[in-house]
T-cell receptor
C-alpha cells in the first residue's frame, strides 16, 4: 500500500530534550516536506527536499533540522525543543513533476512542556 | 513572500453548491492546489491548476485566474461528509509550497 508513515504519532517531551520525528514513504517520490499546523495559522512549511542530499528552508525553519540521506526517509530533528514548537506535524511526499499531488502522513502531535 | 487568503468558515445546506474563494500574491507561480482536511486527519489532495480555467472532477471543480491571483473551489451536490476544512495552497518557483489558513465548511441537513 502506497503510504507516508510518521513516528511517533504522539509525543510529550520537555524543553531542551533532543528529539527526532521520522518520516518514510514507499512511493519513490523525490519531493518530501515537513509542515506544522497550528490553530488560526494553518499549515506552514518547515523544510522541503527535492531529492537526496538537497534540502531547502520553508517558511518556518527556525529551531528545526532535516536530512535526506535516502530517498525514502526525511527525518525532522528538534535539537532543543521549546514550548512554542508544540504543534501538529505532518510529513508529505510527491513527485517533482508539475502536477505532483502531495501525500500526507497521519501526523505527529508534539507537546513540549 | 507569499500571501494566501481564504474565508475562515462557510455554512451550506445538504444538496446545495458552495464556492470557496482563494486569493494569492506570490513571487513566481508554479501551480495552485486544493486539499480537503477532515478534523483530526491529514489533508488529502483534491485538485491542481496551473493554467487559467476550470478543472472538473466529479462533484468538485476548481478554477484559476493567474492574472487576478484568484482561484475557487466549487463543491456541488453537497453531502454531509463534505463537512471539512478546505485548504488552498500555492507552489512558488523552486517548489516551496504555501498554504492558506483553510476554510471550514459546515454542511447542514
Amino acid at each position: 500500500e502506497a503510504q507516508v508513515t510518521q513516528n511517533p504519532r504522539y509525543l510529550i517531551t520537555v524543553t531542551g530534550k533532543k528529539l527526532t520525528v521520522t518520516c518514510s514513504q514507499n512511493m519513490n517520490h523525490e519531493y518530501m516536506s515537513w509542515y506544522r499546523q497550528d490553530p488560526g495559522l494553518g499549515l506552514r512549511q518547515i523544510y522541503y527536499s527535492m531529492n537526496v542530499e538537497v534540502t531547502d528552508k520553508g517558511d518556518v525553519p527556525e529551531g528545526y533540522k532535516v536530512s535526506r540521506k535516502e530517498k525514502r526517509n526525511f527525518p525532522l530533528i528538534l535539537e532543543s525543543p521549546s514550548p512554542n514548537q508544540t504543534s501538529l506535524y505532518f510529513c508529505a511526499s510527491s513527485l517533482v513533476r508539475e502536477a505532483g499531488e502531495q501525500y500526507f502522513g497521519p501526523g505527529t502531535r508534539l507537546t513540549v512542556t | 513572500g507569499q500571501n494566501i487568503d481564504q474565508p475562515t468558515e462557510m455554512t451550506a445546506t445538504e444538496g446545495a453548491i458552495v464556492q470557496i474563494n482563494c486569493t494569492y500574491q506570490t513571487s513566481g507561480f508554479n501551480g495552485l492546489f486544493w486539499y480537503q482536511q477532515h478534523a483530526g486527519e491529514a489533508p488529502t489532495f483534491l485538485s491542481y491548476n496551473v493554467l487559467d480555467g476550470l478543472e472538473e472532477k466529479g462533484r468538485f471543480s476548481s478554477f484559476l485566474s493567474r492574472s487576478k491571483g484568484y482561484s475557487y473551489l466549487l463543491l456541488k451536490e453537497l453531502q454531509m461528509k463534505d463537512s471539512a476544512s478546505y485548504l488552498c495552497a500555492v507552489r512558488a518557483a523552486g517548489n516551496k509550497l504555501t498554504f492558506g489558513g483553510g476554510t471550514r465548511v459546515l454542511v447542514k441537513p
